[in-house]
């Protein structure tokens, strides 16, 4: 069950920069620790060892971090929009770290946009932070990388509040703030993969509050 088990006793015991230094730290060791013929290419991302433990670890972090409160103060979207804790109370909010430069962001846009789609009218907010500045974020970006996220620039502070590793990151954060998926790149050749993840906690949410 979503609210339960593991991720809500580590979250009474961890910080969000915890988990960030367990991952760190776990990751530094096995890769200090991998064998000089172990390869990472081709089929080695399924069958190598190394890889496998990095993923393991990724997802301790995202168990990790499920159950706290998300760091968010106020901000203002691309747009000129300002929101704070108050004004995200009630609502289910998705929040993505990408920047114009990472492929991988712009690989995903096309599954997130796809949830934006379906959750029209349905109390759910789609937030992009980006560490971009407003004046970089040009039209022309958006008409060959469409990003139905609203987007809030100049977020370089705001990422470093939530403490993960890389970009993308994506959090499904529920209607008290609270985060409950998390989970660190696009999918890989999954391209649906933020989708499925995303929609799973969403309507687990929706169908929660529905009671």
Not at 113 to 134: A, H, I, M, Q
Not at 173 to 196: C, F, S, T
Request: with cysteine; charged share 20%; glycine share 6%.
């Amino acid at each position: 069950m979503l609210y339960q088990g593991r991720s809500v006793l580590r979250a009474q015991n961890n910080t969000l920069n915890q988990c960030f230094e367990e991952q760190i730290n776990a990751r530094h060791a096995v890769v200090t620790n991998k064998l000089p013929n172990q390869s990472a290419s081709a089929l080695g991302v399924l069958f190598d060892p190394t890889q496998q433990k990095l993923q393991q670890i990724d997802h301790d972090w995202a168990e990790c971090v499920k159950g706290h409160p998300i760091p968010l103060s106020t901000f203002k979207t691309l747009t000129g929009e300002s929101y704070d804790s108050a004004s995200l109370a009630g609502k289910i909010v998705v929040i993505n770290f990408w920047f114009m430069g990472c492929a991988p962001c712009r690989s995903e846009m096309p599954a997130l946009n796809r949830l934006v789609d379906e959750y029209k009218g349905k109390n759910v907010l789609f937030l992009g932070f980006t560490p971009d500045r407003s004046a970089s974020l040009k039209p022309d970006f958006f008409q060959q990388n469409r990003f139905d996220f609203t987007i809030v620039p100049d977020a370089k502070n705001m990422a470093s509040s939530f403490h993960f590793m890389g970009y993308p990151t994506t959090y499904v954060v529920d209607q008290r703030g609270i985060i409950r998926e998390a989970w660190l790149g696009g999918g890989g050749l999954n391209k649906l993969y933020p989708y499925y993840k995303a929609k799973t906690a969403i309507d687990t949410l929706l169908l929660m509050s529905s009671k």
